[in-house]
Nanobody
Framework: VQLQASGGGLVQAGGSRRLSCSAS????????VAWFRQAPGKAREFVSA????????YYGDFVKGRFTISRDNDKKIVYLQMNSLQPEDTAVYYC???????????????????WGQGTLVTVSS
């Protein structure tokens, strides 16, 4: 599968942004899709994931109810709605996918074998 992340840009603190991860290829419903982010000078970290099939969702601890992940299997798109953005949310956001990923590994980037190119979100104070 090929992934294309989009929706990044400049937003003021407290604002919202919706990222999209568009996929090409077959059997999209069999993929767990996740968002990771990497801030300047920091390691990449897990943001959110949505499981294949029933669509169970997972979030990083820092999200604290501000972000919502969803998927449209017909359109092969996963969305990340981000609200109440803060300057510390500034990062390149990557989407990633893995086939039939076990629940234990949803936040482990090494288990995701397909990656999009990243989209930059900049939150100004």
């Amino acid at each position: 599968v090929q992934l294309q992340a989009s929706g990044g840009g400049l937003v003021q603190a407290g604002g919202s942004r919706r990222l999209s991860c568009s996929a090409s290829g077959r059997a999209f419903i069999s993929y767990t899709v996740a968002w990771f982010r990497q801030a300047p000078g920091k390691a990449r970290e897990f943001v959110s994931a949505i499981k294949y099939g029933i669509g169970t969702t997972y979030y990083g601890d820092f999200v604290k109810g501000r972000f919502t992940i969803s998927r449209d299997n017909d359109k092969k798109i996963v969305y990340l709605q981000m609200n109440s953005l803060q300057p510390e949310d500034t990062a390149v956001y990557y989407c990633a996918a893995a086939t039939f990923l076990h629940d234990h590994y949803y936040n482990a980037e090494r288990y995701y074998n397909f990656w999009g190119q990243g989209t930059l979100v900049t939150v100004s104070s």
